[in-house]
């Protein structure tokens, strides 16, 4: 979205209020899994919704939501609580009913001033969630906070931010899915919550039996960065011609057994090491993040809404990924795919009591990838049809973090062509080469060679 880099409109916002459950719910407590209370999960997730007028009954969006949140916080109504922390740090959440985050608001601008491309990041997201004071912190506040904008035009706009202790990617999509159902007069959702946190809590005696190098102690200092080099969000679309000439420069024993993920990730990694310029004996890092759900036996109750994926890391020197082929760093991506079994779950949630919960302490040449493509975000109608733009409003991580992150998320172009929006978040020097680095891929500069067996090499001055 281009254009709004100058957008400049204004917002009238009523003053904020507190949506509570439309139902008494139970006061009780309820502790969160040892998955769930890490320290790099304590931040809020930002997402946002862009909905186009509809010849349909005039509705006011404002009031509809703001019922259907009563209502859903019924069944969710943890959500409705406070994050309490108790010895060792734990995490629980004292089911209060206080309410959540809610603000009216006006804008004086149309969609379609927007621009045509609606992908993260969206410079306006600070005037369309507006941080209430308050609101922004991890214990003892709001968990979620939520802010309808109408527009000139007759659509609008829904933000919300979410603590992501309390649930990752795939447990916000169920509560918004929940969230469209009632707005659209359900009485309860099609898929009830499920609590059960302490399927997710450490073995006792806890004992670590795999490798987790994305906890490892090492340097956490970047030396690609500067104090002054703020991090920056950039996208690019892959549409089915970019995705098909990647596909195309892989070796053909791999075409069957690689996913497009899988090829995106493989080469996106190459392309920020090479933009990051180490040394040929420097560590590079790659964190993938994988969905656990069905890793266990039995697998996670349908319903469950709390963290349930791992963040597997790996890690080569700068001049072995340079010398090995795409093939072999596919197979590197895929290995750690592999990794993730319900034993290595519970030898995570084992380390995060053993280590004090401990936040991922990889910083240094590292890229975190996660792919939500298949979590269909902009499929959510509160009544309106779907949004012309509905996931993530900065990409990788969703915080601020000084980490390297990109993520993967289905999308359809002003041309209706679909595709995946790669969102990027890098220090600004590092995104600098990192669009050379790509714009090299695609005009086959000499960056990336085909030899004569079909494995691509990326030729490197290291």
């Not at 035009?153 to 469209?180: K, P």
């Not at 290595?344 to 004090?356: C, I, N, P, W």
């Not at 995946?420 to 000499?446: E, H, R, Y």
Request: a positive charge; charged letters at 20%.
């Amino acid at each position: 979205m281009a254009t709004q880099n100058s957008l400049v409109f204004t917002v009238t916002r009523r003053p904020s209020e507190l949506i509570t459950p439309a139902k008494p719910t139970p006061h009780d407590y309820k502790l969160l899994s040892d998955i769930d209370d890490q320290e790099g999960f304590r931040f809020q997730l930002p997402f946002i919704y862009f909905y186009p007028k509809q010849n349909i009954q005039k509705m006011d969006p404002v009031k509809v939501i703001r019922e259907a949140l009563s209502k859903t916080l019924v069944f969710y109504y943890p959500l409705a609580g406070r994050l309490r922390q108790g010895a060792g740090r734990k995490l629980g959440v004292e089911c209060s009913g206080e309410g959540v985050v809610f603000v009216e608001a006006d804008a004086d601008v149309t969609l379609e001033q927007f621009g045509g491309e609606f992908q993260p990041p969206f410079p306006c997201f600070t005037e369309l969630l507006f941080d209430v004071p308050g609101s922004v912190g991890i214990l003892d506040c709001p968990l979620l906070h939520v802010q309808v904008t109408r527009l000139r035009c007759g659509g609008f706009i829904l933000g919300l931010r979410i603590n992501h202790v309390m649930c990752d990617g795939a447990g916000l999509f169920q509560f918004m899915f929940a969230l469209s159902e009632m707005a659209r007069g359900a009485s309860a959702p099609s898929i009830l919550p499920v609590w059960q946190r302490e399927l997710l809590n450490a073995r006792d005696p806890p004992r670590v039996t795999c490798n987790h190098h994305e906890y490892d102690d090492g340097d956490v200092t970047n030396r690609a960065t500067t104090p002054d080099d703020k991090m920056v969000h950039r996208s690019f679309f892959f549409g089915a011609n970019e995705i098909l000439a990647l596909h195309g420069l892989i070796p053909r024993n791999f075409m069957i057994t690689c996913s497009t993920s899988e090829v995106l990730t493989a080469f996106l990694w190459r392309c920020y090491t090479r933009a990051l310029r180490p040394s040929p004996e420097e560590k590079v890092h790659l964190l993938y993040l994988v969905s656990a759900r069905s890793k266990f036996n039995p697998p996670l109750p349908r319903g469950y809404y709390g963290n349930a994926f791992a963040s597997p890391a790996g890690f080569m020197t700068a001049k072995k990924l340079f010398k090995s082929s795409i093939g072999h760093t596919i197979e590197f991506v895929k290995q750690l795919k592999r990794d993730v079994t319900e034993e290595y779950m519970r030898s995570v949630t084992d380390l995060m009591v053993l280590k004090g919960r401990k936040p991922n302490s990889i910083v240094a040449r590292s890229l975190i990838v996660s792919d939500i493509t298949r979590a269909p975000f902009g499929d959510i109608d509160l009544g309106w049809g779907k949004p012309v733009y509905g996931g993530p409003a900065k990409g990788g991580l969703g915080g601020d973090q000084p980490v390297a992150t990109c993520s993967y998320l289905s999308f359809k172009n002003k041309n209706g062509e679909n595709g995946i929006s790669v969102t990027v978040c890098l220090p600004a020097s590092v995104m600098a080469n990192f669009g050379v680095q790509l714009d090299s891929l695609w005009k086959n500069k000499g960056l990336f060679v085909i030899d004569n067996n079909s494995s691509l090499h990326i030729e490197s001055a290291l």
